[in-house]
């Protein structure tokens, strides 16, 4: 995928589609620079406004001028200026940061993540401690979410989490069948995994469970 | 170029924590709109650095204060630059410094240096009794000089060197400063750490102290040489000391308003001043002190000084080197005296040493009486205006070298 070319993708349609993928993160970047935003997965007309500008860009690219990334740059940049020209000539004389719409919000998630931040908080940890203690390589982490999803199916283990207020190490290791150690070295990241899935929290579960699904690559999906 | 969708599950005032699709927990920089549950793509460029969350931590600067990141370092950076050399600028001026050189000559032979404050900073022993009894001092630097003091007299006392007796102390200081010629300074630290002084917890006996002002050529002797400020002067000096405090069964009296008379020794541009003095010794102090218009030529202490140990005077023991008087009364030459020119070469321990009478009664062109001249070694200058010097200067001072060199047998 990332040996297409441009004059292949100026010449072939399924060629074209696989260049505008491998320049997802190129154009996600282009309009967060521009924009000073972060690109919302969903529903956001900036990226929609580059992602169109991107495929303009590829028809109108003549080789030897410049690059194609810097040429595509300019690009997207002129037409999201264009874009937030005529919002802001559609909404008035409002500054043009309000201009640019704000990304629809899931409410769901947002009431659910503060569910968890509570809970986690009486465990004596914030979403700030789990950065330090996620793990960093994938076959790990899947192995730690598995291991706090079985845990989380076992009620008196949970009770026992909730009563101590800490991971019950010994309990752990017998559910998921794993060494004291790889559960010592990870209680917090599955403790929140437990918390995660013995609580009602849908829509964080699912995506917990996208990550051990080896779905990484979500931007596809646009 | 990698990207990640995540979810922000906490915004914080510098950076927002998010989960990734991958499970894993990221800090990422703040950017406007960005709210918890938001669903954002977001590359390497938005992972908040280490060093960034440091300073944040630290709370120097907020993200949304005036200063971009690049400008937090900077003033970091310089704040962190000041405040090494703000440091190290309290810490030496706040430092002690050495103020003052005090000596105390009992024998053994003391030398302490003193900062501003009158707190030791360094006691060492000029003759090997005094350093055989340091070692049981037990003193720290920044005691004051009185507490020092105190304890190596009690230590002294210990070990025989004051007896029931009269024992001579004589105390010695002088300002490191060259340029201060002010006697005052030095009459007000000598008084302030003597004053202070528990008499009675080192003796029962008679103990009379006297004070002399010193000077930055004497310090700079002493360190040269295994003496003190307070033996070096006395080896140039001719005036006698006058006690300043007389303690009897402990109990202190004063002898004199100040410790220290002003030394005309030390004021080289003084007339050379003349006094009435009859033939049976009434000579005063002061015609004495006078003589000596030349500090310059310590070694000039009259030898002959010595023959008279009448035992009534105050403390002088530089006449140790007396015993090479016979051959410094050779005339005008006037350095010939002592051999020492003010390098004392006589240890203080040594016992006075009578000189013969009739070697200096051959010094014709000084002596008109069979008494002893003083002035006659001590300046050719002031040969002539010390001819009617009578005997009891010298018996004085020539006391005092009894009194010390009997003092500096070890009991």
């Known amino acids: ?184 070295s990870h209680k917090d990241y599955i403790l929140t995994v437990i918390l995660v899935f013995s609580e009602d929290l849908t829509r964080m579960q699912q995506f917990v469970l996208d990550s051990i699904k080896g779905d990484s690559h979500e931007h596809q999906k646009r | 170029m990698n990207i990640k969708n995540v979810k922000v599950m906490e915004v914080k005032s510098d950076y927002a924590v998010v989960l990734s699709s991958e499970g894993t927990f990221i800090r990422i920089v703040l950017k406007p709109g960005i709210s918890v549950g938001d669903h ?70 003391f030398q302490m240096v003193v900062d501003a404050a009158y707190n030791v900073l360094d006691v060492e022993g000029k003759n090997d009794e005094a350093r055989q009894l340091l070692t049981e001092v037990e003193w720290k630097k920044g005691q004051t000089a009185t507490a020092v003091l105190q304890r190596i007299l009690e230590e002294v006392s210990d070990n025989g060197y004051i007896h029931d007796g009269d024992n001579h102390i004589l105390v010695a200081a002088a300002l490191i400063d060259s340029k201060k010629k002010d006697i005052e300074p030095v009459n007000q630290m000598v008084e302030s750490i003597l004053d202070q002084l528990d008499y009675q917890s080192f003796t029962e006996g008679k103990l009379i102290i006297s004070a002399i002002s010193s000077d930055h050529t004497a310090i700079e002797q002493s360190l040269s040489q295994v003496i003190s400020i307070g033996t070096y002067e006395l080896e140039k000096r001719i005036a006698p000391v006058e006690p300043y405090i007389e303690v009897n069964h402990g109990q202190a009296k004063k002898l004199m308003p100040h410790p220290i008379k002003p030394n005309k020794q030390n004021q080289p541009e003084e007339e050379v001043e003349t006094s009435p003095s009859t033939a049976d010794g009434t000579d005063t102090e002061e015609t004495t002190e006078v003589t000596t218009s030349k500090p310059e030529k310590p070694s ?64 014709a062109t000084k002596t008109t009486e069979s008494t002893v001249d003083v002035s006659t070694e001590a300046s050719t200058e002031t040969v002539t205006t010390n001819e009617n010097k009578g005997p009891s200067d010298n018996a004085n001072e020539n006391a005092t070298n009894k009194d010390l060199n009997k003092d500096k047998v070890k009991p």
């Open chain 2, 300 to 363: 000039k202490a009259p030898a002959t000084e010595e023959k008279t140990n009448n035992g009534n005077g105050v403390p002088h023991p530089s006449n140790n080197n007396g015993n090479n008087s016979n051959n410094s009364n050779n005339g005008n030459n006037g350095n010939g005296g002592n051999g020492s020119n003010g390098k004392p070469n006589v240890k203080p321990t040594e016992p006075p040493v009578e000189t013969d009478v009739s070697t200096e009664m051959t010094d």
């Open chain 2, 40 to 109: 954002i793509y977001i590359t390497e460029a938005d992972v908040y650095k280490a060093e960034e969350l440091s300073i944040s931590k630290h709370t120097l600067f907020s993200k949304r204060a005036f200063f971009s990141k690049r400008t937090a370092f900077t003033f970091a950076r310089m704040a962190l630059v000041s405040s090494v050399v703000l440091v190290f600028m309290l810490f030496k001026a706040l430092s002690p410094v050495a103020y003052a050189v005090l000596s105390v000559d009992i024998n053994p032979s």
């Open chain 1, 1 to 184: 995928m990332d040996n297409i070319t441009i004059q292949q993708a100026q010449t072939s349609r399924e060629a074209r589609e696989l260049f505008i993928k491998a320049h997802f993160p190129f154009i996600i970047y282009t309009v967060s620079s521009v924009t000073g935003r972060y690109v919302v997965v969903e529903n956001d007309e900036s990226f929609s406004v580059a992602l169109e500008a991107f495929n303009g860009a590829i028809d109108t690219y003549s080789e030897g001028v410049s690059k194609f990334e810097t040429y595509a740059t300019t690009v997207i940049k002129n037409k999201l200026i264009d874009f937030y020209r005529q919002q802001k000539k559609h909404y008035g004389h409002e500054p043009l940061e309000e201009t640019i719409p704000a990304p629809e919000r899931d409410d769901d998630l947002r009431i659910e993540i503060a569910d968890l931040s509570s809970k986690l908080s009486k465990f004596g940890l914030s979403f700030d401690d789990l950065v330090e203690v996620s793990p960093t390589h994938q076959d790990t982490r899947e192995k730690a979410i598995t291991v706090g999803i079985k845990a989380s199916k076992i009620e008196w283990i949970v009770k026992r989490m909730h009563e101590i207020l800490k991971l019950p190490v010994v309990e752990v290791v017998k559910a998921g069948e794993t060494t004291r150690r790889f559960v010592y």
